[in-house]
């Protein structure tokens, strides 16, 4: 199947910083890609649909401001935290579509202190 | 809303086989999903049905819908302890043709040598 990096895998930070997360398509070019966060022992929950060329779609409850979503290329989104605080410390996943199917990177760990 | 069903919790004896059972609510989903993650990874693919289909089969994995029902399953075969992980249902949602996917709490199979 098609794969899909993330960078960093981990990331921890003070409180009140900004983190970007980069999301890669590595061998097929992907108009829409998705973010997810997901708690311990919790399903996934979508936070944003991130459209190459426009704004992304959030879901309802996800404050844009504080997750700042930029698509840039076909292969490349990017999901910026600003001001980080330890609620905002999760493990995020993001997705691209390729045609009827999506495929998953490996995550990021965020550990806000 | 769309929503998505899934036992918490399978375990079984190596060589066994797994049957892990989902439920959906949207009557016009087109494709579902199942995905395997293992801890602190993303998801895995693992296979897909198209909702026009009752059943799908793909080495040690079978796939059957009752559209019917709204019922969906995911049997592995011969289960093995490297098949212990989480495992997730989902579907494709049909809000603006994005492919959004909506999961369900995700299945846990521990598999006992």
């Known amino acids: 199947g098609a794969v899909v990096s993330q960078h960093p895998s981990w990331v921890i930070c003070k409180s009140g910083t900004s983190v970007k997360i980069e999301c890669r398509s590595l061998?097929?070019?992907?108009?829409?890609m998705f973010w997810y966060r997901q708690f311990p022992k919790q399903s996934l929950m979508l936070m944003a649909t991130s459209n190459e060329g426009s704004k992304a779609t959030y879901e309802q409850g996800v404050e844009k401001d504080k997750f700042l979503i930029n698509h840039a290329s076909l292969t490349l989104s990017t999901l910026t935290v600003t001001s980080a605080h330890p609620e905002d410390s999760s493990f995020y996943i993001c997705?691209?579509?390729?045609?009827?199917?999506?495929?998953f990177g490996p995550g990021t760990r965020l550990t806000v202190l | 809303g769309e929503d998505v069903e899934q036992s918490l919790f399978l375990s079984v004896r190596e060589g066994d086989s797994s049957v892990i059972n989902c439920t959906y609510t949207d009557s016009s989903s087109t494709y579902l999903y199942w995905y395997k993650q293992e801890p602190g990874a993303g998801l895995q693919l693992l296979t897909y049905i198209f909702s026009n289909m009752d059943m799908k089969q793909d080495q040690r994995l079978t796939v059957l819908l009752n559209k019917k029902d709204k019922h969906l399953s995911l049997r592995i075969a011969d289960t093995q302890t490297g098949d212990s992980a989480i495992y997730f249902c989902?579907?494709?949602?049909?809000?603006?043709?994005?492919?959004?996917?909506?999961f369900g709490q995700g299945t846990t199979l521990q598999v006992k040598p």
């Open positions: 997705s691209a579509r390729d045609f009827n199917e999506q495929f």
């Open positions: 989902a579907e494709s949602s049909r809000s603006g043709n994005t492919g959004k996917l909506i």
């Open positions: 061998d097929f070019q992907a108009t829409t």
